[in-house]
């Protein structure tokens, strides 16, 4: 059974959801707050966010449930929440390879999927953070919110739970691998077109062509022809 939960402030929410994992049966719990001190982003990054403005969510979910890989997990994941927010906000919303969350060329949602055993069960941690009533941001910041972007307001509480409605209902329902790739591969970012993407400190043009099932990246690079990327092997800049 679906429950979701919240914490008026936590460290992160990715690292508290396993104590709310009390029960065998315990699948597809949530945890959110809206003031998250020590959020952390992929491969070590770190996810900061004004209290009060934005939403730290987690959902775990058990592994047991999803017949696909990791890889399509994390991409489906991505369409899913890239889903909620075109409807939402009526706009289009794109995926930056592998799964951050952009909207009108600002990110608003960053994303970290682990996995963890927690009371002898596998668990996908779903881990999302939502930048949507914050209206400042660093100068040099890719980062954006809903309210920056869109010029809409929404109570914190009736997005979360919007959010977690949406996303039990998608995941109880995996589409097919080959759907996956593809809806993932139609909401790429800058797909087909000409970007700038630095590579072992040079930059130069290239075109993202799309990502595969192994969860590279392909790229038909002005210089180097085509070619395919693991995360942080090659950085767009955007």
Same mark, same amino acid.
């Given at each position: 059974?679906s429950?979701?939960?919240?914490?008026k /402030?936590?460290?992160?929410?990715?690292?508290?959801?396993?104590?709310?994992?009390?029960?065998?049966?315990?699948?597809?719990i949530?945890?959110?707050?809206? #003031?998250?001190?020590?959020?952390?982003?992929?491969?070590?990054?770190?996810?900061?966010?004004?209290?009060?403005?934005?939403?730290?969510?987690?959902l775990a +979910?058990?592994?047991?449930?999803?017949?696909?890989?990791?890889?399509?997990?994390?991409?489906?994941t991505?369409?899913?929440?890239?889903d909620?927010?075109?409807?939402?906000? =009526?706009?289009?919303?794109?995926?930056k390879?592998?799964? =951050?969350?952009?909207?009108k060329?600002?990110?608003? +949602?960053?994303?970290?999927? /682990?996995?963890?055993?927690?009371?002898?069960n596998?668990?996908?941690?779903i881990?999302?953070?939502?930048?949507?009533?914050?209206?400042?941001?660093?100068?040099?910041?890719?980062?954006?919110?809903?309210?920056?972007?869109?010029?809409?307001?929404?109570?914190?509480? /009736?997005?979360?739970?919007?959010? #977690?409605d949406?996303? +039990?209902?998608?995941?109880?329902i995996?589409?097919?691998? =080959?759907e996956?790739?593809?809806?993932?591969?139609?909401?790429?970012?800058?797909?087909?077109?000409?970007? +700038?993407?630095?590579?072992?400190?040079?930059?130069?043009?290239?075109?993202?062509k799309?990502?595969?099932?192994?969860?590279?990246?392909?790229i =038909?690079l002005?210089?180097?022809?085509?070619?395919?990327?693991?995360?942080? /092997?090659?950085?767009?800049?955007?």
């Amino acid at each position: 059974m679906s429950q979701l939960f919240y914490l008026k /402030e936590c460290s992160s929410t990715n690292d508290e959801i396993s104590k709310f994992l009390l029960y065998e049966n315990s699948d597809f719990i949530a945890l959110h707050t809206f #003031h998250q001190t020590k959020g952390r982003g992929q491969y070590g990054n770190t996810w900061s966010a004004a209290a009060e403005k934005n939403l730290a969510y987690t959902l775990a +979910v058990k592994t047991e449930n999803f017949p696909v890989s990791d890889f399509l997990f994390n991409y489906y994941t991505a369409i899913i929440i890239r889903d909620f927010l075109a409807n939402l906000t =009526d706009n289009p919303v794109k995926i930056k390879w592998p799964n =951050d969350i952009i909207l009108k060329n600002k990110k608003i +949602v960053g994303i970290l999927i /682990e996995k963890k055993k927690i009371n002898q069960n596998n668990y996908f941690i779903i881990g999302a953070g939502f930048n949507i009533l914050q209206e400042k941001f660093d100068e040099i910041s890719n980062a954006g919110s809903i309210l920056t972007q869109t010029g809409k307001h929404f109570n914190l509480n /009736e997005f979360t739970i919007a959010l #977690h409605d949406f996303l +039990v209902e998608k995941l109880n329902i995996i589409p097919s691998e =080959d759907e996956i790739l593809s809806r993932f591969n139609a909401g790429l970012f800058r797909k087909d077109e000409i970007s +700038v993407f630095e590579l072992n400190e040079k930059r130069q043009n290239g075109i993202i062509k799309n990502a595969d099932i192994n969860g590279n990246l392909w790229i =038909d690079l002005e210089n180097d022809g085509l070619q395919s990327f693991y995360h942080k /092997e090659i950085k767009l800049l955007y």
